[in-house]
């Protein structure tokens, strides 16, 4: 499962839409076309494109802690506390993800689970020093148990960066690490994969991109993005699924630098992508669609 923050499916706009903007071939190779909200639902014979409701009858912009809670967790956070709420999942939420989130729900099946991103040493910096501000997929890990990569694992090739090409760690943080091709990427992602019964993944620089942050690499993260996804769905090996999914809209709209009321981005491919598509219609539905693969 891939999780990219603050995607959604917008306008056909090449002005403000990146993916009309710069052209997307994750989308055309796959399906002839790029979605939009007069054309939200695309497939093809091994994969689904579709639509997934972010706001669930709580009017407003959705945010991440209470979307991201709703697709870890299989509940509606939304509805739960009343109201949208982020970037981090409010305090009442944190039982809820102790509890209920897709990653301790495999660990009690006995399943075998990774969460391959890497961290800086400046992240467990500030985990160590006892704040507590962390997006729901770290924290189901701290709270699961799990454990977090650190730049170790990522030289070693047993991590990936959220960026996916190492980049934002060599240039911005100043690490020794070699920049890898998406393409590079893809291939360590399904290597882990085959090791495990479930492997995440996040990307969050699309949110920032849409909140206007790093915007001078816009066409570049863009591109990275194309590549991997797409270098993915060619190379899925048949035995295995792969699940795209985003919390809310913002990327899809670079005009605003907020999130959108648009539908958040779903795709699968592979094995069960017909099933997935046909049951994932809200946040909610992508943690037990998921886990139905596996009863």
Do not use: W
């Not at 999942?89 to 990653?103: D, F, G, Q």
């Not at 962390?134 to 699961?144: D, E, G, P």
């Not at 046909?278 to 998921?290: E, G, H, N, V």
Request: overall charge positive; hydrophobic content about 40%.
């Amino acid at each position: 499962m891939i999780f990219i923050d603050g995607v959604g499916i917008g306008k056909e706009d090449y002005k403000n839409n990146p993916f009309f903007k710069f052209g997307f071939k994750t989308f055309t190779e796959n399906f002839g076309s790029i979605p939009h909200l007069n054309n939200q639902k695309l497939s093809n014979s091994h994969g689904s494109l579709f639509p997934v409701d972010a706001i669930m009858g709580v009017p407003d912009i959705p945010l991440s802690g209470t979307g991201q809670t709703s697709i870890f967790c299989g509940v509606n956070a939304q509805k739960i506390l009343g109201r949208h709420f982020g970037p981090y999942p409010y305090s009442t939420l944190v039982p809820i993800i102790k509890e209920k989130n897709l990653l301790r729900e495999f660990k009690l099946r006995k399943k075998k689970v990774s969460f391959v991103n890497a961290y800086p040493k400046v992240f467990f910096d500030y985990v160590n020093s006892g704040r507590s501000r962390l997006s729901v997929t770290t924290l189901s890990c701290l709270l699961t148990g799990i454990r977090l990569n650190n730049v170790k694992d990522l030289h070693q090739g047993k991590a990936l960066s959220a960026e996916i090409d190492n980049s934002r760690f060599v240039e911005r943080m100043n690490y020794k690490l070699r920049i890898i091709k998406p393409e590079t990427a893809a291939n360590r992602l399904m290597r882990i994969a085959s090791e495990n019964h479930f492997t995440l993944f996040e990307i969050f620089h699309t949110d920032h991109l849409g909140h206007g942050r790093n915007i001078d690499l816009l066409e570049y993260t863009t591109g990275i993005l194309d590549r991997f996804l797409l270098h993915l769905t060619r190379k899925l090996k048949k035995n295995m699924t792969l699940v795209v999914c985003s919390d809310h809209g913002n990327f899809d709209d670079l005009s605003i630098k907020m999130h959108t009321l648009n539908p958040a981005l779903g795709m699968v491919f592979g094995q069960y992508s017909n099933e997935l598509s046909k049951r994932i219609k809200t946040l909610a539905d992508i943690k037990p669609a998921i886990l139905e693969m596996y009863d």
